[in-house]
């Protein structure tokens, strides 16, 4: 079977290369359309995989309930008439009525104005949380420790440094044992977080997660005066960690309802829930690449209507060929076979060259951009095989014109 295919290969390579320059503007659709099918699959694959991989990092067994905070003192005034914000009283609430919760704390933010040794543009947040925070939080420690409950309840003057953070204040030195200033605190750093995925999530305020000063809260709540505080809840985030065999989603049920009682519906604050997220960004994400390939295919499918435009003419200009083939015993499946091999041989050359265009054109895009770009096994075989099925379609037609034509005629033919 495969020796018979090897002289069909042979003529329609020969007369592909008869007209090269015919030949490379055929592929030129096929070559586009692959392309933009590789590198808008790798686009959208790399932002969606940061995305997941951020949606995932928060915890897939995790509740986190965040404070929207007041604009304003009259907005705070009007709130404070209904509800009194997120406080402690709800943290106790949640932990004593919210049955299979395995881990849980409350978290205060402090921003500060200056940081000591290097004030960067972007100033690191401060925020006080317990110890089990690394743990809801599955937070790695590349260098020292977290800190202790001891250390939360004598309000110690400890912290542990994002990534960013460190960097920024520290440089790229060992970090542990020495001190940073925030404001007029000195806090002593005792370890230093891993690169953390950062994205924006709906209901969760745009924080650089590796730019962070992370504290006990205690240290936090006793050691740092907030200014604006009269426009602050008590606490501004409660994070939740469910065991494994409980349905997140139904116990952030029960946490809005209890929250919803105790703040009289005042809508002061948002339960996010990271397993609920993570599963609408899969949905979202494959509807996103349906759409994506199929405006590539548009690409494709004029590439596709060149190959059979470039065919009949070219059945038009071998009709003499045909007829003599045919006259000395080549069958109509054999002039079928041999267009067809001519057609996916357009489209093969055309879908590697555009694989190739693509990976390029994904690596300008993550370079002048700052875009995460994943090109994948799977985006590479769709844009490939609908590349090939493209040509062998297109082909079909023009093959099975060529094989209808009457030998006497088209020996005839001038």
């Not at 995790?62 to 009194?84: F, G, M, T, Y």
């Not at 009283?89 to 919760?101: H, K, L, P, T, W």
């Not at 139904?250 to 996010?272: C, M, P, R, W, Y």
């Amino acid at each position: 079977m495969f020796g018979s295919m090897i002289p069909d290969l042979q003529m329609g390579l020969a007369s592909l290369f008869v007209h090269k320059l015919r030949t490379l503007l055929t592929m030129l659709g096929m070559i586009f359309g692959v392309g933009a099918v590789v590198a808008m699959l790798s686009i959208t694959e790399g932002a969606q995989a940061e995305m997941l991989r951020y949606i995932d990092m928060l915890g897939v067994n995790n509740i986190i309930i965040e404070a929207k905070e007041a604009v304003d003192r009259d907005e705070l005034q009007a709130r404070r008439v209904i509800s009194p914000g997120l406080s402690f009283r709800d943290f106790r609430a949640i932990e004593e009525n919210v049955s299979g919760i395995d881990e849980l704390t409350p978290r205060k933010r402090f921003k500060p104005t200056s940081t000591f040794p290097k004030t960067q543009e972007e100033i690191p947040q401060l925020i006080g949380v317990l110890p089990n925070f690394a743990e809801i939080n599955s937070l790695r420690i590349i260098s020292g420790r977290f800190f202790t409950e001891s250390e939360n309840v004598a309000s110690a003057p400890v912290c542990v440094l994002g990534e960013t953070a460190k960097v920024n204040l520290l440089g790229y030195d060992d970090a542990v044992g020495k001190w940073v200033k925030v404001n007029s605190q000195w806090l002593q750093v005792i370890g230093v977080l891993n690169q953390q995925a950062t994205a924006d999530v709906e209901g969760l305020e745009a924080t650089n997660r590796n730019n962070l000063i992370i504290a006990p809260l205690n240290t936090v709540l006793r050691r740092f005066e907030d200014n604006n505080s009269y426009l602050k809840d008590e606490i501004d985030g409660i994070y939740i960690r469910v065991k494994d065999k409980v349905d997140s989603v139904e116990a952030a049920n029960v946490v809005q309802a209890i929250l919803s009682a105790t703040h009289k519906d005042a809508g002061d604050f948002t339960v996010v829930i990271p397993a609920q997220l993570l599963e609408q960004r899969r949905q979202t994400s494959f509807i996103f690449s349906v759409v994506m390939i199929c405006i590539a295919g548009i690409s494709l499918l004029v590439g596709g209507i060149g190959i059979m435009n470039i065919m009949l003419a070219t059945v038009l200009e071998r009709t003499r060929e045909i007829g003599i083939r045919r006259a000395i015993g080549a069958k109509q499946a054999d002039i079928v076979r041999q267009f067809l091999t001519e057609a996916v041989l357009i489209s093969i050359v055309g879908g590697l060259i555009g694989i190739a265009f693509g990976f390029t054109l994904s690596w300008v895009i993550a370079a002048a951009a700052g875009w995460s770009t994943v090109v994948t096994i799977s985006s590479i075989a769709v844009a490939f095989g609908v590349s090939v099925f493209i040509g062998l379609l297109f082909g079909i037609y023009p093959a099975v014109q060529a094989a209808k034509l009457d030998p006497i005629e088209a020996i005839r033919y001038e």
